[in-house]
C-alpha cells in the first residue's frame, strides 16, 4: 500500500498541487475498491498530462508506419523488406523500434501470416502471395517513452472466410474498445471482445494478452480476453493499455515454435487474426492513441 501523503504535500503525480487538492478524492475512490477486494491500479501507472503529451508522439511515428505500409503492402513483397520499412521509417523521425533487440528479438517488427498468431519474425523467403492474411505489428520508443500497435492486410484475393475472420477480430477490438470508461473494470471490456469472437464461432487465444504501455513496453497490467464482466483490474483515468486479441478462426490451441523461442503458431494449423490498439482512459470514457 501507498504510504500516507499529508494533504497539503505535494501530490504524488508530480503535479506540484497540494495532495488534498489533486488525487486525493481519486485515491480514496480507489480505496473504496481496495476495501471490496476489487484489483486496483499502483500509482506508478497512472500517466500524468505530460507523459501522456510524450507517448502521444511516440504514437504518431507507429500511426504513420502503419498508414504507410497500408498504402504500400503488396503481393511479391517479402516481409523482410517490411522490417526494413518499419526499421528506417522509425529511425528517420527520431525513434527505436522497440522489438529489436526486445528480450533477444531479432527484428524491429512482428509480421504474422496466416496460422501465425503472432511475433512472426520477418525473412527474405516469406513473400507475400495473393490470399494471405498478415498482421504487422509496430512498436516505437520515442525519447523513452512507447508505442504499440499492429493491423491485419489482406493480401490480393483473399477467401471470404479469412476476410470475416480479419473483420470480426476487428469488431472485437471496437466492441472491447465500448466498455473501457473509468471505474469499470478491464473484464468488461474482456469478456465483450470474447463474446463477439464466440457469436461468430472463433476462439481467443488465452495464454498471450495486451498490457499497459508507455512508460515500459510491457507495463502492468496483463491484458487477457477470456475475462468477465466486472473482474480484472479497475480502470481509472490516467491508465494506458493495449486491446489486442488474437482470435483463431478453429481452436485456441497454439504453440511456439521450439527452435527460435518466438513465432508462434495456431496448433491446427487454421488462421489467426489480430488487431492492436492503444487506449488511454479519460475521465469520461477513452481515448485511443494508436491503432
Ligand atoms: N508488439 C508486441 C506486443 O503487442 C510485442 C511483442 S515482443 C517483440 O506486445 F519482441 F516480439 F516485439
Ligand atoms: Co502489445
Known sequence: MAKQIGRNEPCWCGSGRKYKVCHAGFDERINSYREKECIVPPHKII?????????????????????????????????????RIVHDMTVERGGIPAPLNYEGFPYSVCTSLNDQVCHGFPSEDVVLKSGDIINVDCSTILDGYFSDSSRMFCIGEVSPEKEKLVRVTRECVEKGLAEVKPWGFLGDMGQAVHDHAAANGYTVVREIGGHGVGLEFHEEPWVGYNSRRGEEMLMVPGMIFTIEPMVNMGKQAIYTDPVNEWEVYTKDHLPSAQWEIMVLVTEDGHEVLCW
Open 47 to 83: 500517466k500524468t498530462p505530460e507523459q501522456i503529451e510524450k507517448i502521444k508522439e511516440s504514437c504518431k511515428i507507429n500511426i504513420a508506419i502503419l498508414d504507410y505500409l497500408e498504402e504500400h503492402i503488396h503481393e511479391g513483397m517479402n516481409t523482410a523488406e517490411i522490417d
